[in-house]
């Protein structure tokens, strides 16, 4: 499986199990994810094509295959096993909400907790997101392929004692700095791809503490891009989280994981304080 990823230097790559090559080399004129996203997956060349050497991916330094999102939108409730866990009544339809792209930071985090006054009891847990690829409206569950570039694991971190305070308090809950850790790489699976018995798991210093598969998703990926596709309309670039299977306290010096089967993972260390601004 093919896989677009970007190095600390800014270095675009496309790549698969073997390695990755710089992404230029192997789709001339190419030169960012974001271009590449609107290729899709059958016009998207393989690695071998480039005139280029592969370099494992032990070998490289990531940075967020996407600095620049579009929308970022997540998926409460999205798994009724969650939803039973939290005393809810899992909604009728896609219960959805925004984050800013300044919540977004890439692999390896850090997730720096806010001072104690403003949240003490922060949760992280695992998603399957869905990359969009193509500038799309009113589309159908059938075709989301032709519109979805690929599919990435993320970390999203929930200031919870803010949020059950109101759920009307939601935006903040989810909105500070760092609370959307992106992995390293988008995954680019081929177009059809059975998406069901891939499972999801949250995992806090090695021990799993939620797991579930896309199968028992009320809404499918799909069906999400579907369905927000007629609310709004979707661009190369954003991105919808599709809910978690559960979620876990986090402290500073703890480590997350956001893992999906076959897709890879999004790892982040856990830190107190926020980042100074010079």
């Not at 935006?171 to 998406?195: C, M, N, Q, W, Y």
């Not at 007629?230 to 997350?256: C, F, K, N, Q, Y």
């Amino acid at each position: 499986m093919r896989s677009l990823a970007r190095t600390t230097d800014g270095e675009a790559l496309l790549g698969d199990e073997t390695g990755y090559v710089p992404l230029s080399a192997a789709a001339p004129g190419v030169e960012t994810i974001r271009e590449a996203l609107t290729l899709g997956s059958q016009s998207l060349p393989e690695p071998s094509t480039a005139f280029a050497s592969r370099i494992p991916a032990e070998d490289l330094s990531f940075a967020s295959p996407l600095p620049d999102p579009g929308k970022l939108l997540g998926i409460g409730l999205n798994y009724a096993d969650h939803a039973a866990d939290l005393d809810e009544r899992p909604p009728e339809e896609p219960a959805s909400f925004f984050k800013p792209t300044s919540a977004a930071t890439g692999p390896g985090g850090p997730i720096r907790l806010p001072p104690a006054e403003r949240t003490d009891h922060v949760t992280a847990e695992a998603e399957l997101a869905v990359v969009v690829g193509r500038t799309c409206r009113d589309v159908d569950a059938t075709a989301a392929d032709a519109v979805i570039a690929g599919y990435l694991p993320v970390i999203d971190v929930t200031a919870e004692d803010v949020l059950r305070r109101n759920p009307r308090f939601l935006t903040r809950a989810k909105s500070f700095d760092t609370f959307l850790v992106f992995g390293p790489h988008i995954a680019v699976p081929e177009t059809g791809t059975d998406l069901s018995r891939l499972e999801v798991r949250t995992v806090v210093n090695g021990e799993v503490r939620a797991r579930n598969t896309v199968d028992n998703m009320h809404v499918s990926p799909r069906e999400l891009v579907a369905f927000h596709s007629r609310v709004m309309t979707l661009e190369p670039g954003d991105i919808i989280s599709t809910g978690t299977p559960g979620a876990h306290v986090i402290r500073p010096s703890d480590e997350v994981r956001a893992e999906v089967d076959r897709f890879g993972s999004a790892r982040a260390d856990v830190v107190a304080g926020p980042e100074e601004i010079v």
